[in-house]
């Protein structure tokens, strides 16, 4: 059973002005972040899911200047060659990766402008 306090000594804010009692900082975060995380997948407004796969060997680092470049290429299509003045209209999203050592490969969901 987690106990709490009104004060601020030991630790964080939950629920109003509430601190768990010896939560660390680590703990803390990832308490918040998946919290953040569930109100954010759940929005309506991602309407689009994709899988992103590479047909060869590629590092974590390329495959994410390759999704970068990939969505740049989507939003001059969709946007004109000035896309990046039109920051509230570019595609948005979020990605995970998969299988780091082999198959690397994304899941993402994407918010795409009507």
């Known amino acids: 059973m987690d106990t709490y306090s ?13 601190y768990r009692i010896g939560e660390g900082f680590e703990s803390r975060f990832n308490r918040t972040r998946r919290s953040t995380y569930a109100r954010w997948l ?15 060997p590629i590092t974590l680092a390329n495959a994410r200047k390759a999704i970068g470049r990939c969505f740049c290429k989507v939003d001059r299509k969709l946007l004109g060659a000035n896309f990046q003045q039109r920051r509230d ?15 690397l490969h994304a899941h993402g969901l994407l918010q795409v402008p009507p």
Do not use: C, Q
């Not at 209209?89 to 198959?103: A, D, I, K, M």
């Open 6 to 18: 009104r004060h601020e000594n030991e630790n964080t804010p939950i629920a109003g002005n509430y």
């Open 89 to 103: 209209l570019r595609v948005t999203g979020v990605f995970t990766f998969e299988h780091l050592e082999s198959n």
């Open 42 to 56: 759940d929005d309506p407004k991602f309407n689009v899911a994709t899988t992103l796969n590479f047909n060869s």
